[in-house]
């Protein structure tokens, strides 16, 4: 592990640190620490294709409010994925061993009684949710992204921003999925489903659908917001013509997402997670 002076802002010091995934290929973490005593440990798994300097938004803005946040970004490989099958390219796809790696760096600053909770968008919160299931039965063995394989229990929550798990609409990561069945998580980690009532990529009606086998997981609709305005910035791979016009500017977006996990804090803070179970 590696690690670059800390830059010091208003709100937060952070810190690229440089790690390795099972594959032994570069994970690196964009570490925003608050400038004082953290009251909750993040984690964010971004977007296929994604860099962390797009979600920095979500670095900054929770460390603003107390939290410790760890922006993950996949290494980049030459390869054919589900989204280029015949033609190999710089791919970044976050996956679980991410995920898992991410939390054991983080977990020792969240070894106190703060909660630990994961924040994805899109793959990334596709990832999260293939991660808490604890049915291996219904993992896909031969999905990328799904290359760990113990169910990630230690969460007292996570945030997903428009993803799914509806075969419809994430059928290039989560084909092998039934579209109806029941799907599981670890009864002490809440679910919060945050869609954007204008996005045309991962419409609010599928993370409804997915939200709803859970049986005990909450989905909210935020009015004006699309699928690329959780990300800053423009990326290459960005493709504006397949989500819908949002009616909100990207900023607005974004500072509501924050106000929004916040609150979500608040709410797990009460809940007893694994750590402080018995």
Not at 43 to 50: C, K, L, S
Not at 73 to 100: C, G, K, N, W
Not at 227 to 251: Q, S
Request: aromatic content about 4%; proline content about 9%.
């Amino acid at each position: 592990m590696t690690a670059t002076a800390p830059r010091v802002s208003a709100n937060s010091c952070v810190t690229n640190i440089a790690l390795s995934d099972r594959h032994g290929r570069p994970l690196a973490l964009a570490l925003h620490d608050p400038r004082r005593a953290p009251r909750a440990a993040v984690v964010v798994m971004p977007g296929a294709q994604a860099t962390a300097e797009r979600y920095a938004w979500l670095g900054e803005g929770l460390a603003a409010a107390g939290c410790r946040v760890a922006v993950a970004e996949a290494p980049e490989v030459h390869r054919t994925t589900p989204f280029s099958p015949d033609h190999p390219q710089p791919t970044r796809l976050i996956t679980i061993d991410h995920l898992v790696r991410t939390l054991a760096y983080i977990g020792p600053a969240a070894a106190t009684a703060v909660p630990v909770i994961a924040v994805g968008h899109s793959l990334g919160g596709t990832v999260i949710l293939e991660a808490l299931d604890a049915d291996e039965a219904r993992r896909n063995p031969q999905a990328d992204f799904a290359d760990a394989s113990v169910p990630v229990d230690g969460l007292a929550g996570a945030v997903i921003l428009g993803a799914s798990l509806q075969p419809d609409v994430m059928g290039m990561v989560v084909r092998h999925r039934s579209a109806t069945a029941p799907l599981t998580k670890p009864a002490h980690t809440a679910l919060l489903f945050l869609s954007g009532e204008c996005d045309a990529m991962i419409p609010p009606a599928a993370m409804a659908a997915t939200a709803r086998r859970y049986g005990a997981a909450r989905h909210e609709v935020m009015a004006g917001a699309n699928h690329l305005g959780w990300m800053a910035g423009r990326g290459p791979f960005d493709r504006p013509d397949l989500d819908g016009k949002a009616t909100i500017p990207p900023e607005r977006q974004r500072s509501l997402t924050i106000t929004r996990i916040v609150a979500f804090l608040d709410e797990v803070a009460v809940r007893p997670s694994r750590r402080q179970q018995p």
